[in-house]
Structure formats: structure tokens, C-alpha cells
């Protein structure tokens, strides 16, 4: 198949997305409320990377510019990065975080799914291992979201706060413009009109479950996956990148 | 120069870095040893996407397809078709019930965002085989692994979960 720029641009999307949550979401090391969940955290991040490292390593090859996932993860600037902005957000706490995760890892869920027919191989190939990654962090987000939110009422609270935070982030999951149309259009990946019916239906019965209300749409967009990011990914960056800017090209 | 065969036989002793009572060959991760241009062609999958232990396995693999007598080794990474847990053994699950881990049993996690409660189905605890356990964590010290605890002996053991 011949590489487009919109396939790179795509490929590139969902590996900055996997790394920047999981760079993100790895801050909780050492912080999180209870043991378990700092090592639930720290796994599910390492997931991500892992899948960050294959997705930008096949962005990479599909640019054909010479340039490998360390380049990639570490020598770009915000705007070159292509991450949902949701994946960007300070975690905040820990309802936030979950909160976060579950909306997401649902998309991922439903997304790795259609990318299983992708007719990108390769793809195919990287979906096939992250939607089994995807179906624990779901899960496990899930069970924490109906526990908080059905939980106390300063858990009540602090979650269904996150998730009036959050809520607006979401319509950018389904944005498009044309990279995804000739995305669907070459069969690489889904259109997202059909997704979003498919993530809502999803997603609704369980932010009922815990007791959430789920916030009505508003005309508020984010674009990161377009490249324009809020004020956080600038910070994120500069200190995931410090080690590779201060001494470039270090290896170990 | 090794064998196809004899390189197998070298690979059923390489154990696994985080569980070594079982062999990378047990676990299901070598996909493939091909004899080429007097060297040896390895074909390893990973586990997870994050697993820390991908790279210390290839050159696990490496060092003792070398020290068996191969000049060259290469070890490729493909990632179709996925692992799953299925490919692990029967005597490797007996092996890891006997390290205190508890094997793979069922399906993996699926369908979507739906919560699975906190009573997930019951395992045999690997020490006493009381069914009388409760999970602590999905995620233990690896992602490959959840926490649970037996009430009945009261220890603590990992389980290795369906993927």
C-alpha cells in the first residue's frame, strides 16, 4: 500500500496518545492512594509506552525520514505532537485519573476492535496485542469509577466534578477532518460518526451505574489530535524530553 | 552449529527473567527457529506491549544459542499473531501452581467498559487449593499478573491472568 501523509499523521495520533497518557498517568508512581493502585498505574502506563513504542516506531518507517520512536518521542515540539488533549490533563486526583481512564480506554477498547480490519497490517498487527491491554484497563477503570461515584459523598463528588471537567474533552475523540476521512476512505481505520454512538452506548450505563450525571454536549472543543494543545503538554514535554535535550542522542 | 532441534533443546532451558521456574519455550514466546546461512533465525513474540523483560529475553536468548556453539543469532520480534495466555504449557501451569502463582484459567477479559463487581470468579489459591479467595489488585507486580488473597490460609498469591 502506498503511504500517505495522512496515514503517517494517523498512525502518529495514536501513538502520541498512548504515550502521552501513559508519561502522564506514570507521575502516579510512588503517589497513588494504596499500593495496589500504584502498581496498577505504573502497569497500565507501561502497557501504554509499549504501545507508543510500536505505533511511533511504525510511524517512523511509514515517514521513511530515518527517524525512530526515541526521535520521535523526544525530539518534537507541542505542536508536532498529535494526542488527544484529554491524554494531556494533569491527573489532579485520583478520581480524575479513573475518570479519565475510562473514558478513554473505552474509546480504546472500540477503536483496537475496528483496527483489527485495518488494512494497514502492521496495524492490524499492534491492535491485536493493545486491545487485550485495553479490555483490563476498561475494566479496571470502570470498577473504580462506579466505586467512587457510588461511593461517598466526597467521593460522589470529586468524580462527578472530574467528569463535568472531562466530559468536554470527549468531542474530540470524534472530530474529523480530511486526514480522517481519507483514513476511512482508505480503510485504515473507522470513521468516527460510527464510533461515537457505539462509545456513548458504551460508556452511559456505567456512569449511570455510579450515580454520575452525565454532563450535556457543549459547543467547547479541544484539538490537540490536530495539534493545538492546552497549556499542559508544554510542561509534560519538558520533562520527558529533558534528558534527551540536555544530552542529545544519549543511549544507554 | 546447532540443529533446528538442538536449538530448541537449548531454548527449553532459558528460563524466563521475572518467572524463571518456567522456559521461555514454555511460556510460548518463541515462535519459530530456523537454521539460515550457517547462523540461527529466532522468532520471538512478546508478551505485553510494556513488558520490561523483552529485551533482556532476546538477549537471554542470544547468549545461550552462543554459548551452545552458534557464531550468529537473530532474534526477530513479530507481533502476529498476538500471545495469549493459551500458548503457555500444561506442565508450565503445573509449574507455576507449584511457585505460588496461580495459572491462567478462562477467558481473558472481554466486551467493553462493563464493571466486573468485586467478585470475580473464584480461583484456587496455589498453596492450600481453597476456592475461598478474593482479589486485591487486577494488577500485581506485573501486568501479566492480578493480586488476590486466600482467606482459608491466609496468604497472599498472584495470578497469572488469561490475556
Redesign the interface.
Known amino acids: 500500500m502506498t503511504t500517505t501523509p495522512a496515514h503517517i499523521e494517523y498512525v502518529t495520533r495514536l501513538g502520541d496518545n498512548a504515550l502521552i497518557l501513559?508519561q502522564r498517568m506514570s507521575e502516579w508512581c510512588g503517589h497513588a492512594p494504596v499500593l495496589?493502585?500504584d502498581?496498577?498505574l505504573a502497569?497500565?502506563?507501561?502497557?501504554?509506552?509499549?504501545?507508543a513504542?510500536?505505533l511511533l516506531t511504525h510511524a517512523g518507517k511509514l515517514e521513511g525520514k530515518g527517524r525512530d520512536e526515541d526521535q520521535l518521542a523526544f525530539l518534537r515540539t507541542e505542536m508536532h505532537y498529535r494526542n488527544l488533549t484529554l491524554c494531556e490533563l494533569p491527573n489532579v486526583d485520583f478520581g480524575r485519573t479513573m475518570v479519565r481512564n475510562?473514558l478513554f480506554?473505552?474509546l480504546q477498547?472500540?477503536l483496537w476492535e475496528r483496527l483489527l480490519a485495518s488494512s494497514d497490517?502492521?496495524l492490524?498487527?499492534?491492535a491485536?496485542?493493545?486491545l487485550?491491554?485495553a479490555?483490563?484497563h476498561?475494566?479496571?477503570?470502570?470498577?473504580w469509577?462506579?466505586?467512587l461515584g457510588d461511593g461517598t459523598a466526597e467521593s460522589h463528588a470529586r468524580t462527578q466534578a472530574a467528569l463535568d471537567y472531562l466530559w468536554p474533552y470527549t468531542a474530540e475523540f470524534f472530530a474529523a477532518n480530511p486526514t480522517d476521512e481519507a483514513i476511512a476512505a482508505a480503510g485504515i481505520g473507522p470513521a468516527w460518526s460510527e464510533l461515537e454512538a457505539a462509545w456513548e452506548a458504551?460508556?452511559v450505563p456505567?456512569l449511570n451505574?455510579a450515580t454520575l450525571t452525565v454532563p450535556a454536549r457543549t459547543p467547547f472543543k479541544s484539538y490537540g489530535k490536530f495539534g493545538r494543545h492546552s497549556e499542559h503538554l508544554g510542561h509534560l514535554l519538558s520533562e520527558m524530553q529533558y534528558l534527551q535535550r540536555t544530552y542529545p542522542g544519549a543511549q544507554w | 552449529m546447532l540443529t533446528e532441534t538442538q536449538a530448541w533443546d537449548v531454548l527449553h532451558a532459558v528460563p524466563d527473567p521475572e518467572i524463571p521456574v518456567i522456559s521461555v519455550t514454555e511460556l510460548g514466546i518463541v515462535r519459530e527457529v530456523h537454521a539460515r546461512d550457517g547462523g540461527l533465525h529466532v522468532v520471538v513474540t512478546p508478551t505485553y506491549s510494556g513488558c520490561p523483560a523483552t529485551e533482556v529475553i532476546a538477549q537471554s536468548i542470544r547468549d545461550a544459542l552462543v554459548a551452545a556453539g552458534t557464531a550468529e543469532v537473530e532474534v526477530e520480534t513479530r507481533l502476529a499473531p498476538a500471545w495469549t495466555t493459551a500458548w503457555i504449557t500444561e506442565p508450565a501451569k503445573e509449574k507455576l501452581r507449584a511457585y505460588g502463582i496461580a495459572p491462567p484459567s478462562g477467558d481473558a477479559a472481554v466486551g467493553g467498559a462493563q464493571p466486573i463487581r468485586f467478585v470475580p470468579r473464584k480461583l484456587a489459591c496455589p498453596r492450600c487449593g481453597s476456592t475461598d479467595t478474593t482479589r486485591l489488585s487486577q494488577f500485581g507486580s506485573t501486568a501479566c499478573k492480578a493480586l488476590y488473597r486466600c482467606q482459608s490460609c491466609l496468604e497472599p498469591f498472584e495470578y497469572f491472568k488469561p490475556i
Request: no cysteine; charged share 25%; proline share 0%.
Open positions: 501513559g495496589e493502585e502498581m496498577a502497569n497500565m502506563s507501561l502497557d501504554l509506552i509499549g504501545q513504542r510500536m475510562f480506554a473505552s477498547v472500540l497490517t502492521e492490524a498487527a499492534i491485536a496485542k493493545s487485550k491491554e479490555r483490563y476498561a475494566q479496571h477503570a470502570g470498577d469509577v462506579v466505586r458504551v460508556v456505567v451505574e
